[in-house]
């Protein structure tokens, strides 16, 4: 047995810990921009942020311009902002979006090139402002690990920016603030939450530290995630599916991603598409080509989404996407078949690594023949 394993994050985890973001954003400096969405602003978190930050003397500016599928030029604006303003650190407030922008914002605060240099490492770029991660969605794990995703407006190429100088220096994940999410927001980061713990298990890239800690990370959504979508407000419910995504984001820094998030960033990138419905559309149909290169593995995670072994683990996944309200077709998001051509292209120039990892190695005419089955 041969494997390296390194991410050194400081996770603070817990209900109510949002109150301890002063005293450690006070180790980093006194002054921070914030990065945050309107539903920070809607539910108080941003202004109880604040009042915690005021506490400890922390002056605070916000930033509040990230959309979904957040964009490099987003990121760029914030950096400069961040600069004029003499911030000695970020902190992130909200879902994956606003994350990794934020993890972007304190890279390019102390690195001046083009984003997208850094992106396909054409530079490399060294430093960041200390970023404090505090997720608000139990999605993407960003709070977890080393990407910031981001898409090109220019050309639609949605790729990450890797680079272990914005892993979080700390991330505070609090369930409380994710329990004022919509049943239908939650269905969508959950699944990406989800496919993060599956794709790591799966990766080729993958070992056992990795391997150990997503099955956790598959165990806990599947058994949680249609119960909580359904209503089911259980504080404790709500803390491990919190904790399911952190692991996610914790599993793909080091085993990477697979084929149904390399078909996917394509997906957003051109069309704007929520992540989480372009995952529900493509895994199953992925699953079903797939699941005879690595029986024993797709063995389990059918078992665990209510199947019984690698040969329905499509449809036990079809399954499990009826009943969080996520079974979706490409079409229904505006993908037609004139997209096809472009989308293949896409993946192999922004994932063609994530494609390596899957277990079973597609080239262009088998990736396109997928689009076109989850049309």
């Known amino acids: 047995m041969d494997f390296s394993y390194y991410l050194p994050v400081n996770l603070l985890f817990g209900r109510g810990r949002l109150s301890e973001v002063g005293k450690n954003?006070?180790?980093?400096?006194?002054?921070?921009?914030?990065?945050?969405?309107?539903?920070?602003?809607?539910?108080?978190?941003?202004?109880?942020?604040?009042?915690?930050?005021?506490?400890e003397h922390i002056e605070s500016m916000v930033f509040d311009k990230v959309t979904p599928n957040p964009l490099t030029t987003t990121a760029e604006e914030g950096a400069v902002t961040a600069k004029n303003n003499g911030c000695d650190m970020v902190i992130g407030l909200g879902g994956g979006s606003i994350l990794d922008c934020a993890k972007a914002i304190a890279f390019l605060a102390k690195n001046d090139h083009d984003i997208n240099d850094y992106i396909y490492n054409r530079i490399q770029g060294e430093g960041a402002l200390p970023m404090i991660a505090i997720p608000t969605t139990c999605g993407t794990g960003s709070e977890g690990n080393s990407f910031a995703v981001l898409t090109n407006p220019e050309n639609g190429d949605k790729k990450?920016?890797?680079?272990?100088?914005?892993?979080?220096?700390?991330?505070?994940?609090?369930?409380?603030?994710?329990?004022?999410?919509?049943?239908?927001?939650?269905a969508c980061v959950g699944f990406d939450a989800l496919c993060h713990s599956m794709e790591a298990f799966l990766s080729r890239a993958g070992q056992p530290m990795t391997e150990y800690l997503a099955y956790e990370g598959m165990k806990i959504i599947t058994a949680d995630l249609v119960n909580v979508c359904g209503g089911d407000h259980d504080d404790e419910a709500w803390d491990r599916l919190a904790w399911a995504s952190t692991i996610g984001g914790m599993v793909i820094n080091t085993a990477g991603v697979t084929l149904?998030?390399?078909?996917?960033?394509?997906?957003?990138?051109?069309?704007?598409?929520?992540?989480?419905?372009?995952?529900?559309?493509?895994?199953?149909?992925?699953?079903?080509?797939?699941?005879?290169?690595?029986?024993?593995?797709?063995?389990?995670?059918?078992?665990?989404?209510?199947?019984?072994d690698e040969k329905d683990c499509a449809d036990a996944m079809r399954r499990f996407l009826d009943r969080i309200g996520l079974n979706v077709r490409l079409s229904e998001e505006g993908v037609t078949k004139d997209d096809i051509a472009w989308l293949t292209e896409n993946c192999f120039k922004v994932s063609a690594v994530s494609v390596a990892n899957h277990p079973a190695v597609f080239d262009a005419d088998a990736i396109a023949k997928l689009y076109e089955k989850a049309l």
């Not at 006070?26 to 978190?45: D, E, F, H, P, Q």
């Not at 149904?260 to 199953?284: Q, V």
């Open 25 to 55: 954003a006070a180790k980093y400096g006194k002054s921070a921009l914030i990065v945050c969405g309107g539903s920070a602003v809607r539910s108080g978190t941003l202004d109880r942020l604040r009042g915690y930050l005021e506490s």
């Open 160 to 186: 990450s920016l890797r680079r272990n100088e914005i892993i979080p220096s700390v991330s505070i994940i609090d369930s409380v603030l994710m329990q004022t999410m919509p049943a239908k927001l939650l």
């Open 260 to 308: 149904p998030h390399a078909m996917e960033h394509p997906l957003s990138g051109l069309k704007n598409i929520t992540h989480g419905r372009g995952l529900a559309a493509l895994t199953p149909v992925i699953t079903e080509v797939s699941a005879g290169y690595a029986p024993e593995k797709y063995a389990v995670i059918s078992k665990l989404l209510g199947g019984s």
